[in-house]
């Protein structure tokens, strides 16, 4: 994972010419994800957000004092939990998937000099890396109540749907604190428009995660 | 200010096509919960072919838990779905009154599309909604049908081991406890007619006999003569009793307790047998014993004598497991599950569970259903048994496991147990293949969201799925069993000739020798 991050870092730094209107940075943040699923007649079983942490690289081209575009690359975690309510209330997972996400956004400014605010808007790509499980469970045939911890989820190439796309975007404020240097604060959202579940069966059933965070970056200006 | 108006609008616009764009996320199809009878969801399947199979495809779609392992088998479900729809279509084109569809072929039909599934349990009623006739598919029935040993329906007797002609597998004490109806119906039509003589002796000592005396000497040799030539073969006859027998002859004083052990499930055999002065032996061909021991039948005279009976063999077969280990002269225990449906997992702590140490005993893995997806399935978590949690020994001596194609269910899961022991063995042949765990009781549907669907006799379709997914080490077993340690057959020939059990003595050899 991190040699990935850090063959992109070398790969945006490479490619592009070292003027003004580029930025370089990095991006660290929580985000809260939610996983939109139709329970059907599963009454007792419940899906609430989780948080999770995201972090990444992000390079931008100014195309005038006011628009830009942007690459990232992120790491992300797009959380959830599922649990029962009931006589079966032991059953509780909590679900850690990792992406690694690519957007590519507008990027529009307004303000003064030294502090501006800014709207990010976009698409993006991303990839399911990894998912654990950990949590409790209940089998009443045993009359056990057990705790799991960071189990692999295996990924099943028929059911998962590993390639992720979406729609992004954020609003926050930024503050330039030395000619060459800025720091932004982001409101931001992943919208995902393609299920986690590919269409494996007769039945559609879609699934798909919204992770809402708040990200922090810090900026080179050349 | 242009500037601004600019920025304004190229956001405005950006905003909205992201909204209009977020639209495009889709919505799951309506799926129905087949677990109760609901007419919302079962309407449709009553009236057309189509929507019958419409209906259980889902409804096995959505609950039947080894989807995987089908796939893995080379079954497409949905590929199912699209080459029988159209025979269901045909179905329905049919002339309901000239032409109607029979159940042999309805059958058949159903027989087809059913067989490629794996599940040892899973079997499918389908109302033929022609006729109103319903028949019944068992996948795994039709598959071990195919099997050397599945004509075997009954364990072997011991009779021979009785005698001094077994030699060293001579059984010292014997104890058969099996619940079987006959045992309690002939024992009450016994009393009868011993209470029946002792009414007609004095009657017919009398030379000069009232009209009264000859009417009732004549009742009462008219009740010994039908009670003598009753014959108990079939269910038919069991209600008869039941329903007529039993107070017949309340007339004459005569009462005969009925037979109210109503769940057949409970009609086990049970055997204990001492063989070689120390090789404890215990057969069952169910795991119905909690009932029994926890004395859940008792408040009948009938549940009574089957829970005296039953719980004096299981109590001299693990009492005398503690004085021969104690005194250092067990030789070995034998756990007969041939010919065992299955039944409570918590049975286990009374047999093999019984020798192992209190606190449990993991003998596989198990998943649950946690969506109506195919492939939604919980992480894997232990399947563990319960073993004796009253004082006991751990027997560290051999114990053989004999098992066969009629080991179902809970008999796997005692052969998977004994797999994971040092000192255990099974010996047999191929038990099964079914051994993932079930409810009967449709109201604990919603409990793992699987186990039956539809109400059996009312609801146009009817399956029993398993409510889990058992995972051994070597993976799912189902439609395939577990393979014993030492593959023996039932030698039929030496059993009809000599009355001796190729299996058992294979066991006892391996008690003996270790090998």
Redesign the interface.
Same mark, same amino acid.
């Given at each position: 994972m991190k040699k990935l991050i850090l063959f992109f870092v070398v790969l945006l730094g490479s490619v592009l010419p070292v003027c003004a209107q580029w930025r370089v940075g990095i991006s660290r943040g929580v985000v809260w994800n939610h996983y939109?699923?139709?329970?059907? #007649?599963?009454t007792?079983?419940h899906y609430d957000g989780a948080m999770g942490v995201t972090m990444g690289v992000v390079g931008q081209y100014n195309i005038s004092d006011?628009?830009a575009v942007r690459f990232e690359v992120n790491y992300i975690e797009k959380n959830h939990r599922?649990y029962r309510t009931g006589?079966?209330a032991d *059953?509780d +997972?909590d679900t850690e998937n990792i992406y690694l996400h690519v957007p590519v956004m507008?990027s +529009?400014s307004?303000g003064a000099q030294k502090w501006r605010g800014f709207?990010n /808007?976009g698409v993006y790509g991303g990839y399911w890396l990894s998912s654990k499980?950990s949590?409790g469970?209940m %089998? *009443?045939?045993?009359?056990?109540d *057990?705790r799991?911890y960071d189990?692999n989820?295996g990924f %099943?190439s028929?059911?998962d749907q590993r390639w992720d796309f979406g729609?992004v975007?954020g609003v926050g404020i930024e503050y330039r604190f030395h000619r060459h240097w800025a720091a932004q604060m982001e409101g931001r959202c992943y #919208?995902s *428009?393609t299920?986690t579940?590919k269409d +494996?069966?007769? /039945? #559609?059933?879609?699934r +798909?995660n919204t992770a809402i965070g708040g990200l922090l970056a810090v900026f080179y200006l050349f | 200010m242009k500037t601004i108006n600019s920025k304004i609008w190229v956001a405005a616009v950006a905003v909205t096509t992201v909204m209009t764009v977020c639209s495009c996320r889709d919505v799951s199809d309506d799926v129905m919960s087949y677990g109760q009878n609901d007419d919302f969801a079962f309407a449709a399947a009553d009236t057309s072919f189509v929507a019958q199979f419409d209906a259980l495809w889902t409804a096995l779609n959505c609950n039947y838990g080894i989807w995987d392992y089908e796939a893995k088998l080379g079954l497409d479900w949905d590929d199912v779905y699209t080459k029988y729809m159209p025979r269901m279509q045909e179905l329905d084109e049919r002339d309901k009154e000239k032409n109607p569809v029979s159940d042999a072929d309805f059958k058949k039909l159903y027989e087809e599309i059913l067989s490629p599934l794996h599940d040892g349990h899973l079997v499918v009623q389908v109302k033929n909604l022609h006729t109103g006739n319903r028949v019944a598919v068992a996948p795994s029935n039709m598959r071990n049908a195919r099997r050397p040993d599945y004509d075997i329906n009954d364990v072997p007797p011991m009779n021979y081991y009785l005698t001094p002609a077994a030699g060293q597998n001579q059984a010292m004490e014997y104890i058969d406890a099996s619940v079987r109806p006959g045992r309690f119906i002939y024992k009450e039509i016994d009393e009868a007619i011993d209470t029946l003589n002792q009414l007609i002796a004095p009657l017919e000592a009398i030379a000069d006999r009232t009209d009264l005396q000859d009417y009732f000497l004549d009742k009462y040799r008219a009740a010994r003569e039908e009670l003598s030539t009753f014959t108990l073969r079939t269910m038919v006859d069991l209600d008869l009793y039941n329903n007529v027998l039993t107070t017949k002859y309340r007339e004459l004083d005569i009462t005969l307790e009925p037979f109210d052990l109503s769940d057949k499930s409970s009609w086990i055999d049970v055997k204990y047998a001492n063989i070689d002065d120390g090789i404890l032996y215990l057969g069952l061909t169910g795991f119905h014993l909690i009932p029994y021991l926890y004395k859940m039948y008792v408040s009948s005279p009938c549940g009574e004598y089957y829970t005296l009976r039953v719980e004096a063999a299981w109590e001299r077969w693990i009492s005398m497991i503690q004085a021969y280990h104690n005194a250092g002269r067990l030789k070995g225990v034998i756990i007969d599950v041939r010919n065992n449906g299955g039944g409570y997992t918590y049975d286990y702590q009374y047999v093999l569970g019984a020798l192992l140490p209190s606190g449990g005993h993991q003998v596989a893995s198990a998943r649950f259903k946690t969506g109506i997806g195919r492939y939604d399935y919980s992480p894997l978590t232990p399947q563990e048994l319960k073993t004796l949690s009253q004082d006991h020994v751990t027997v560290t001596e051999p114990i053989v496991v004999l098992a066969n194609c009629h080991s179902v269910s809970m008999a796997e899961m005692t052969c998977l147990g004994a797999k994971q022991l040092d000192n255990a063995c099974v010996i047999g042949t191929q038990t099964w293949g079914g051994l993932c765990m079930l409810n009967s009781d449709p109201a604990y549907y919603s409990e793992y969201y699987a186990s039956v669907v539809g109400v059996r006799d009312e609801t146009p379709f009817w399956a029993y799925i398993p409510v889990d997914v058992t995972v051994s080490k070597e993976g799912i077993l189902e439609g395939i069993g577990v393979t014993p340690d030492i593959e023996v057959q039932l030698d039929r020939n030496l059993l009809q000739s000599t009355g001796r059990d190729s299996q058992l003595e294979r066991a006892l050899e391996y008690i003996r020798t270790g090998r």
């Open positions: 939109s699923i139709d329970k059907h #007649y599963m007792d079983w006011w628009k599922q006589t079966l *059953t +997972y507008a +529009y307004f709207l /808007l499980w949590g469970f %089998n *009443t045939f045993s009359g056990k *057990t799991f189990v989820v %099943n028929e059911r729609l975007g #919208y *428009t299920s579940q +494996y069966m007769r /039945l #559609y059933d879609p +798909y | -």
